[in-house]
């Protein structure tokens, strides 16, 4: 492979994970809300999730899904329900936040304050994260078709095993790099702490947002 080809495949490959989708929306949501472990650890999940597409895609298993209408279309609506669940539980949790009110710091402060305490639904534990971010990733079905369109057309058919290797190294570092990035940012104090205020709101719009990328995402399966 000629760097050019390098250049090219980093391009596509920074231009999609930088696009706004549902990676990007579970990490901040449980870097924001939960914490930066459980951020970092999303990042993590979801960027194993895309070592596995990764994977595929060089040894051409993606190609094959791709050319299996039957197989793509159960993927996608597997993918749906769990995105649509994802967004069930988000407005659920936003629902029962704004029914329980928030128990607010006894008058002048000091030893007598009592804190607020986060709404039921809002903890996000590190380990649940990655596996939140890991089958957020899996379940994107378009995955596929992003996967075998970018191998396709930078990744020649006669590439050498360490050109192999180079490339899936790259990926991998340049995509944890970002993922865990946006964990970090959405983990800092001032800006989470303003999620944090408004964790009603922020649960119910990424709740919707999940709902409308399952109903995108089934319908392109129909």
């Known amino acids: 492979m000629e760097a050019s080809q390098y250049l090219a495949l980093l391009g596509l490959w920074i231009a999609g994970i930088v696009a706004p989708g549902p990676d990007v929306l579970v990490i901040l949501r449980n870097a924001s809300l939960g914490s930066r472990a459980a951020g970092v650890l999303t990042a993590v999940g979801v960027m194993t999730g895309n070592l596995v597409w990764i994977t595929l895609s060089l040894t051409g298993v993606t190609v094959l899904i791709g050319q299996a209408d039957g197989v793509q279309r159960v993927i996608q609506v597997a993918g749906a329900l769990f995105l649509g669940w994802l967004g069930v539980s988000g407005i659920r949790a936003g629902l029962a936040a704004r029914a329980v009110p928030a128990r607010m710091p006894a008058a002048g402060g000091g030893p007598?304050?009592?804190?607020?305490?986060?709404?039921?639904?809002?903890?996000?534990?590190?380990?649940?994260g990655f596996v939140l971010g890991l089958v957020t990733n899996l379940s994107n079905a378009k995955a596929i078709i992003f996967f075998v369109a970018l191998f396709a057309n930078v990744v020649p058919a006669g590439a050498l095993w360490w050109e192999t290797a180079l490339v899936f190294a790259l990926l991998v570092a340049v995509g944890l790099a970002w993922f865990t990035a946006v964990a970090w940012v959405g983990s800092v104090q001032r800006l989470s702490a303003g999620f944090r205020r408004h964790g009603t709101a922020v649960e119910l719009a990424a709740g919707a947002l999940f709902l409308v990328l399952a109903l995108g995402l089934l319908l392109s399966a129909l």
């Open 112 to 128: 007598g304050t009592v804190p607020a305490e986060p709404p039921p639904g809002r903890a996000v534990t590190p380990g649940r």
